[in-house]
């Protein structure tokens, strides 16, 4: 709500017209009237500001990367929570197949190979070490920001 919204300077207007006509007997009954307008207003204006807000940060963080606020679910690397829910994800239904693959050529020790493998790729992704990839995506992905 601006503070020199037309709406409520046509309201005030008529308020003060209809306190003239009147007289100031009713002049707490105007104010009051007055009063729940822009009170109305006001709620009215703040409620679209914090469902902006929280549509915003909602959208940052299916993005996973920080809100303008500073509140995000990116960690210090800057993957967020879907990037590195979609990761384990995808190596986990991945390692099934892996898995077949290695007990049947190798036994024993080609499971062990392949899981320290999976391990081993989800360890370094968590700990950023993917990080060229990110900022790569950031790259191709900051013209549509």
């Known amino acids: 709500m601006d503070a020199r919204d037309p709406e409520v300077k046509k309201e005030l ?3 003060l017209q209809t306190r003239k006509e009147l007289g100031p007997e009713y002049e707490s009954e105007l104010v009051d009237s007055f009063m ?3 009170e109305q207003r006001f709620n009215d204006t703040a409620d679209r500001h914090v469902r902006r807000q929280l549509a915003e ?4 963080a299916a993005r996973g990367v920080r809100s303008p606020t500073g509140a995000g679910t990116a960690n210090a690397t800057g993957i967020g929570l879907g990037e590195r829910f979609g990761f384990v994800a995808v190596s ?3 390692a099934i197949p892996l898995s077949a693959i290695a007990v049947v050529n190798e036994g024993l020790s ?3 190979v392949a899981w320290g ?3 081993g790729v989800n360890a370094v992704h968590s700990f950023g070490g993917f990080a060229f990839l990110h ?3 950031k790259k191709s992905t900051s013209d549509w920001d």
Do not use: F, W
């Not at 940060?57 to 940052?60: E, P, V």
């Open 13 to 15: 207007d008529a308020i």
């Open 36 to 38: 729940e307008k822009v």
């Open 57 to 60: 940060q909602q959208m940052s």
């Open 92 to 94: 986990l239904v991945l």
């Open 110 to 112: 080609g499971l062990l």
């Open 117 to 119: 493998g999976i391990v």
């Open 135 to 137: 900022r790569e995506r």
